[in-house]
């Protein structure tokens, strides 16, 4: 948690850098593999332990796994955690905007489109309205080819040249 959220800065948490995955890699790679394994669930009775486990199954799977398979590993746990959190009302109690935007992230990746439909109100309420807009932008993406067209590479999956395309104009 103090990693993320008072050594690093915001622009670091949503930009591919390679060194930065690399310093992810180095201080945390042998922390997710724990977690994935569900070895770790113990941190989930908790608010701020929950969110460090959501940190490591969300965050630093895609970090450490940027364009992999591994780096959607940790997802459905941290899915998991996250609804529950709502549940356990961690969200609502937590004070601080960008810890909320983190709990909610989970959401916001899936491709589930119900998930990421029901997560956009939680974005407006508890992180921004711009949070809020890159929720409804997946959306679209999952209604238009229900899945996420960039990740099908790493996950082995074929992509339609409409996708093809599609993701050749987001690297643009």
Known sequence: MEFWFQQCRPWQWFRRCDSFDDLVRERFGEAVEPALAEELDH???E???????????????????????HAFAGDPQA???????????????????PRRQFWLMPQLHSEDISVVSAVIPL???????????????????????????????????ASSPEEVLFVQQLQR
């Open 43 to 45: 941190w989930s009775c």
């Open 47 to 69: 608010p701020s332990s929950g969110l460090t486990l959501v940190l490591l199954l969300d965050r630093f799977t895609c970090q450490i796994g940027r364009g992999q398979l």
């Open 123 to 157: 974005l407006e309420q508890h992180v921004d309205e711009a949070t809020a807009n890159v929720a409804r932008r997946h959306l679209i993406q999952l209604q238009r080819f229900g899945r996420y067209p960039h990740r099908n590479a790493a996950l082995g999956r």
């Open 79 to 97: 899915l998991q955690l996250s609804l529950e959190a709502i549940e356990r009302g961690w969200i609502t109690a937590e004070s601080q905007r």
